[in-house]
């Protein structure tokens, strides 16, 4: 696991959204409203709470004649590292990393995410080849998630869809 203050890429909608929406993106990678004051950093509500959230993910092709069809990682531009960015949903919540290996024969996999507390989190893939740090080859929104300390809580499988 790594903990990042700021992620490396933002999807353009996402960017354009929080433009449009008069809000700006600090140096510190916290959302805050560009005419107000600073925002509060987001704060664990139970000390005791520790939920898990597991993580789904399968390579896809992206191409035309092979649409949908599963790909291995060394088939996906020999994939190494598939990164979940987790985030807590609103304004000042810190983005954390989750990475997982791509071993070259596997085709899916998923990864146990603990995060600091229960609540809603915003939750994207990235799929890389040269480690977490290298080639992004796929990103995808995978869902805003709502997790609790009770029970298990799981994203649904989600396609890294790539050309290859």
Known sequence: MRAEGTRR???APVLFAVLSAGLALSASGCFIESSGPSCTPHETTDPTCIPDLTI???LVSNLP???GNVLTC???GFADTVTAWIDGGGYCSQLVAFDSDCQPTQTEGSFIAPLPDR???NVSLE?????PNGTLLSETQVLVQSV???GTSATPRADLA???
């Open 65 to 67: 004649a092979t649409f």
């Open 74 to 76: 060394d088939q996906a």
């Open 148 to 150: 609790s300390c009770s």
């Open 56 to 58: 789904s993910w399968r």
């Open 162 to 164: 790539v050309n290859f």
């Open 9 to 11: 890429s933002l999807r």
């Open 127 to 131: 799929l890389h080849t040269g480690g």
């Open 119 to 121: 609540g809603t989190y």
